[in-house]
């Protein structure tokens, strides 16, 4: 049983196209993070969100946290082919520990 | 300033062999963590560490697998003897105890035929 879903899972789209991918759970986090993988490399961390219904921007990639603190998305505009890759959120319970999201793969054509 | 650095980058070996990977967390960071990567079962945590002592070993699969850390630099993930189904990408991350950012290393791809 994942504790957080993801979705959509595959994501292709042309370039310049807007998306969402959503990260959703029935428990609470005390934060919440999104990573962006490429291909051969290891998850590289994007951004981290800690308050219910905060909002941080970076670059063309908005992310929020949902208010009650169990469910984030993140929208990019305009999507690049250089947005590639495989998008992970994790949730922290306290601790360090994170919990994962199976990913979403997204591909931008150009 | 470096990163977390694995090694090897790649592993092939045959069923029944020993397997150690070896990690070197960010300088100053006192949390590591093994992962393991596949396409089924996604990013698992195996196991981590807070100064150098194991905290939680529930996502280590079996016997086979052992982990250490003997200092503050380093840790090895050892399969011993390996299985076709240990095959995957193993992650090393680090991070500072207490924080939850994690910092990734470049995996190893293990091949077991």
């Known amino acids: 049983t994942q504790l957080l879903e993801q979705s959509p899972q595959f994501l292709s789209i042309q370039e310049g196209e807007n998306l969402t991918v959503y990260c959703n759970s029935s428990?609470?986090?005390?934060?919440l993070q999104w990573y962006r993988q490429e291909p051969g490399e290891g998850p590289v961390l994007l951004v981290t969100?800690?308050?219910?219904?905060e909002v941080k921007k970076l670059k063309r990639l908005t992310f929020q946290f949902g208010d009650a603190r169990k469910d984030s998305s993140l929208h990019i505009t305009a999507a690049q082919p250089g947005d590639t890759g495989l998008y992970l959120c994790?949730?922290?319970?306290?601790?360090?520990?994170?919990?994962f999201g199976a990913g979403t793969i997204l591909r931008v054509k150009s | 300033d470096a990163g977390v650095i694995q090694s090897p980058r790649h592993e092939v070996t045959e069923m029944g062999q020993e397997v150690t990977l070896r990690c070197k967390p960010i300088?100053?960071?006192?949390?590591l963590f093994w992962y393991r990567q596949t396409m089924m079962r996604g990013l698992e945590l195996l196991i981590y560490f807070n100064n150098n002592v194991p905290i939680d070993d529930s996502g280590m699969p079996e016997d086979r697998f052992s982990a250490k850390m003997p200092n503050a630099s380093f840790s090895t993930l050892k399969i011993q003897p390996s299985e076709p189904r240990d095959s995957a990408v193993y992650f090393c991350?680090?991070?500072?105890?207490?924080?939850?950012?994690?910092?990734f290393g470049p995996g190893t791809r293990l091949t077991v035929t």
């Open positions: 991350a680090s991070s500072f105890a207490g924080g939850s950012e994690q910092y």
């Open positions: 300088s100053g960071h006192n949390s």
């Open positions: 994790a949730g922290a319970r306290g601790g360090n520990k994170l919990v």
């Open positions: 428990s609470v986090f005390s934060s």
């Open positions: 969100v800690v308050t219910g219904g």
